[in-house]
């Protein structure tokens, strides 16, 4: 079992930036491709990043790449969310997941991930 616990969630202006942190309990996070999705009110949940268990591999989704950065720190059993260039359409509750499933890639896909933390809100202003 692993438990998620997000944070850094907050109000900022478009143009800045935040730095989301997920915390995770378990021996194993080392082991769990960990990745964020996030939810803006009345849409589907979207792929945010991906990070590969060693950190070596990520995989963004297009309209994150080069403001987003996702790392880990297995040492503290963390994984972060550095969002640059922030804008109004990136408000949204953004989530961290952990892939307990055993496979070896990296995946972008909702399914792929049995564990998820509550939750933390970005709100971007204009």
């Known amino acids: 079992q692993v438990q998620l616990v997000e944070s850094g969630g907050g109000l900022v202006q478009a143009g800045g930036s935040l730095r989301l942190s997920c915390a995770a309990s378990g021996r194993t996070f080392s082991s769990y491709p960990m990745a964020w999705f996030r939810q803006a009110p009345g849409k589907e949940r979207e792929f945010v990043a991906v990070?590969?268990?060693?950190?070596?591999?990520?995989y963004y989704a297009d309209s994150m790449k080069g403001r987003f950065t996702i790392s880990r720190d297995n040492a503290k059993n963390t994984v972060y969310l550095q969002m640059n260039s922030l804008k109004p359409e990136d408000t949204a509750v953004y989530y961290c997941a952990a892939d307990g499933t055993g496979w070896v890639g990296i995946r972008s896909s909702l399914e792929a991930y049995s564990y998820w933390g509550q939750g933390t809100q970005v709100t971007v202003s204009s």
């Open positions: 990070i590969s268990w060693s950190g070596d591999n990520t």
